[in-house]
């Protein structure tokens, strides 16, 4: 008890380890955004007047620092958006809008984000097939199922970088290879990749990526799909109708200030990813070590070797989800549970990799992150220990395994 008041004296709480969820501007990105609030305040599209000039200067060097953080070679392959959500529905509807002609087949991930599996249904309601793929108890897609899926009505093939929920890394490069051999588009949601693990769109073969600001250390609103323009020249047809900006594949004025940030925080994140990736993977290499040493019955959710190195999701058996969630309130973390709902359902990701709703509801997300230290990390490790050991003390459950009863063989019943 002592040990963990030392370990809390030592940081400031709430503790944030929520860095899936969203991620604290950077104050560099706030520093360079800030001016195009109050002098260069010009609309890009002003090209009569130095106010409109100035901001199209910094859009520019914006989209060609975006481009660059994925390895695109063009900057006029960036479209910026208002983040990853309308990212995913570009690319998706306005491809299964181009190329219906082509085909009514998509294929995509139970694992993918809602932004990506709502679209899909979208368009099912449209009169679009998909199918939707599963995964292993890793949280990877089987690459012989997707060769499988792809049939001569496939259009599309979505599957995302790195998994917001667990953190693990798909075949990105050996997917890409596969699509383009079956000649198929290939859109990824790089959300929870750019700055975390390095992102290549040559490396990936894909078509369209999709991006936001905000998951790294970027300001909340804004985003981008990169569409590749050559071999091939990928079409879409746009969300939005109205001044035709970025070559008419999204309409509005550009909101010059946040893609100012986002073209900072995206020169930043992969400048600094090398270095960045081999701290936040000590962090939670020390969290889980730690975690493991106190307690017993812990489950890593998703594949441990392909994961994003900030990213750690636990499950702890014989404790109850939301007084675990409870007893840890000094930490933001998300749990596998959607508590906002009046029904605690588990998530659908831990579902997907067949995780049962017990240890969906207890468990913890922890996501790491540029402004996380080895303190907060001992704290965090101390904090859950002492919470789930006070926990288990009181389940009649843990009672049981500890006197060593296989509760598989416990006739609950009592019939
Ligand atoms: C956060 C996130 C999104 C949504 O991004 P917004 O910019 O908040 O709309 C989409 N996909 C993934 C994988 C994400 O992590």
Sequence with gaps: MSQLADLRAAVKLPLYMDNHATTRCDPRVLAAMLPYFSEDYGNAASRTHVFGRTTEAAVDKARAQVAAAIGASADREIVFTSGATESDNLAIKGVAHMY????????????????????????????????????????????????????????????????????????????????KERGVLFFCDAAQAVGKIPVDVEAWQVDLLAFTAHKMYGPKGVGALWVRRKAPRVRLEPLFHGGGHERG???????????????????I??????????????????????????????????????????????????????????????????????????SLEPSYVLKALGVGDELAHTSIRFGLGRFTTEAEVDYAVARVTEVVNRLREMSPLWEMVQEGIDLSTVNWTGH
């Design 269 to 342: 994140a992969v400048r600094e990813q090398p270095q960045e990736a081999v701290r936040l993977l000590a962090l939670r290499e020390r969290l889980l070590k730690g975690l493991q040493g106190n307690l017993e019955h812990l489950y890593v959710n998703g594949s441990l070797d392909h994961r994003s190195p900030g990213s750690l999701n636990v499950s702890f058996a014989y404790v109850e989800g939301e007084s675990l969630l409870m007893g840890i309130s000094d930490i933001a973390v998300s749990s596998g549970s959607a508590c906002t709902s009046a």
């Design 100 to 179: 219906r002609d082509k085909g009514d087949h998509l294929i995509t991930v139970a694992t993918e984000h809602k932004a990506v599996l709502d679209a899909h249904h979208a368009l099912e309601r449209e009169g679009f097939r998909t199918t939707f793929l599963q995964v292993g108890s890793d949280g990877l897609i089987n690459l012989e199922e997707l060769r499988a899926a792809i049939t001569d009505q496939t259009i599309l093939v979505s599957v995302m970088a790195v998994n917001n929920e667990i953190g693990v890394v798909q075949p990105l490069a050996e997917i890409g290879k596969l699509c």
């Design 249 to 267: 594949l999204r309409s509005g004025t550009l909101a010059v200030p946040l893609i100012v940030a986002f073209g900072e925080a995206a020169e």
